[in-house]
C-alpha cells in the first residue's frame, strides 16, 4: 500500500492548522457528539470548557496540537496512554487497561515495519488497536489520533472520518471485530478517510 500523501513534516503541520476545525467536527461526529460545524468553530475560538461536548472538542484540539509541537515523541505504548490522558481530561472516562508486555512487543512491530509505507503501518496500527478494545470509552478517536501521530510525523496527511463516511465505518468496525480481517476495513479507511493536499515540487 503507497503513501497517498508525501508532504514534509511542516507541510503536514499547515494542514492541521488549516482544517482543524474539520477533524475536530468530523471526531466528535464519530464520537457520536450532537453538533453543528459553525458551534465547533465558536468552542475552538473561545476555548469553552463549559460542557462535555465542549471539553471533548478542545482536548481533541490540543491533541492535535501536542502531536504537532512534540515531534520528538515516540509512537509506543507510553505515548498511547498519554494520549487516552490528554483526550479524555475531565471527561467522565471509563475504565483503561493496561498493555501485557506482549502487546507492547506487538505493536512495536506493527509500528517498525521497514517493507511497508507509513500510512499502511498507521492504519495497521490503528485497527490493531481497535483489535484489543483497550479503553471502555474514546477507544476510536484514541486509536485514530496515534495513528495520526505516525502519519503526520512522515507527512501523510491526517486519517479523519467525514459525516458523510461515519455509518459505513461504524458498520465496518463492528464487521472487523466479528472478523478481525484487517484486509477490507484497511483498504476502505485508505480510500475513503485520509485528507491531505497535492503539492508541486
Known amino acids: 500500500m503507497r503513501n497517498k500523501f508525501k508532504l514534509t513534516r511542516l507541510q503536514n503541520v499547515n494542514l492541521v492548522n488549516e482544517k482543524i476545525i474539520d477533524y475536530v467536527y468530523n471526531a466528535l461526529i464519530l464520537?457520536?457528539?450532537e453538533i453543528d460545524y459553525d458551534e465547533v468553530a465558536e468552542l475552538l475560538e473561545n476555548n469553552k470548557r463549559d460542557s462535555e461536548v465542549a471539553i471533548?472538542?478542545?482536548?481533541?484540539?490540543?491533541?492535535?496540537y501536542h502531536i504537532l509541537n512534540n515531534p520528538e515523541e515516540k509512537a509506543d505504548a507510553d505515548f498511547l496512554f498519554k494520549l487516552h490522558d490528554m483526550l479524555m481530561r475531565d471527561?467522565?472516562?471509563?475504565?483503561k487497561t493496561e498493555l501485557t508486555e506482549q502487546q507492547k512487543q506487538e505493536l512495536a512491530e506493527m509500528t517498525n515495519q521497514p517493507t511497508k509505507g507509513c500510512?499502511?503501518?498507521a492504519i495497521d496500527a490503528m485497527l490493531f488497536l481497535l483489535e484489543k478494545h483497550l479503553f471502555s470509552d474514546g477507544?476510536?478517536?484514541i486509536s485514530i489520533m496515534f495513528a495520526n501521530k505516525i502519519m503526520i510525523e512522515h507527512g501523510c496527511g491526517v486519517i479523519t472520518v467525514s459525516d458523510y463516511n461515519k455509518e459505513k465505518f461504524?458498520?465496518?468496525?463492528?464487521?472487523?471485530h466479528q472478523t478481525k480481517d484487517y484486509k477490507k476495513f484497511k483498504q476502505w479507511i485508505f480510500n475513503k478517510c485520509i485528507s491531505g493536499m497535492r503539492v508541486e515540487y
Request: charged share 35%; hydrophobic share 40%; net charge negative.
Open 31 to 33: 464520537s457520536r457528539y
Open 170 to 176: 461504524r458498520e465496518l468496525l463492528k464487521e472487523f
Open 56 to 64: 471533548a472538542a478542545d482536548n481533541i484540539k490540543e491533541t492535535f
Open 139 to 141: 477507544d476510536v478517536r
Open 119 to 121: 500510512t499502511e503501518i
Open 91 to 95: 471527561l467522565n472516562v471509563g475504565v
